[in-house]
């Protein structure tokens, strides 16, 4: 398990450890976009076969939002537009917006997501301006809970189901307050029984063995 930083891809980790390690083949159990940092699940060998097995577990995240504001790509890393708030946002109109995201529901799928179309991914398609709509997937909020308040940012924990978009239940909330929001950050701290505090990170696998590998194996 490795502690992803930000910037890189999840495809440069993977590409990172089987150059590192000389492996033939390496794999990963879910992408982290390169804004995100956190715990990403690294397969090597025969464990590439079971990625689906890992790839099912739920997921926890720390986030935050930024209210005011609407991104192109849902997150701080996009073109960011300032909106004029109609009506001020207080801190109950906050509490009360984010207690619907609660259960199960169907949430948009971002454009700028992996998701396939046709064997393209959508920001593939979205970077080239073609606009696609997909049926909205069904996810699962397990918690919500805010962790820190202070508008116009909002930090949060999730726990939700694979397939959950934390950018677009950003941008969801925003539409509620009726400001916009965006998310201005993202860190993965579970995926199943694997938590953060076991992740290495990449500036320590570069003084590691291909021995002392075992520490990161999921078993």
């Known amino acids: 398990m490795v502690d992803k930083p930000q910037g890189f891809t999840s495809h440069d980790v993977v590409d990172f450890i089987r150059k590192r390690f000389n492996f033939k083949k390496v794999g990963h159990a879910g992408t982290l976009d390169p804004m995100a940092t956190g715990l990403l699940i690294l397969l090597i060998g025969s464990y590439t076969k079971r990625s689906s097995e890992f790839l099912n577990h739920d997921k926890e995240y720390e986030a935050t939002m930024t209210l005011g504001a609407t991104s192109d790509t849902g997150d701080a890393w996009g073109k960011v537009t300032k909106n004029a708030l109609s009506l001020p946002v207080t801190v109950a109109d906050v509490e009360s917006a984010i207690k619907k995201y609660s259960g199960p529901m169907a949430q ?74 965006y998310m201005s950050a993202l860190r993965r701290t579970k995926s199943g029984d694997f938590t953060i505090d076991r992740a290495v990170g990449v500036e320590a696998l570069k003084k590691m063995k291909a021995e002392e590998l075992s520490c990161l194996s999921v078993q």
């Open 108 to 181: 948009a799928v971002p454009a700028y997501s992996a998701k396939k179309f046709q064997g393209k991914k959508l920001y593939e398609l979205a970077r080239k301006g073609i606009e696609v709509k997909l049926e909205p997937s069904n996810i699962v909020i397990h918690s919500l809970e805010i962790t820190k308040l202070d508008l116009p940012e909002i930090s949060f924990r999730v726990s939700c189901s694979k397939g959950t978009y934390i950018r677009q239940l950003c941008t969801d909330i925003g539409k509620d307050l009726g400001c916009g929001a």
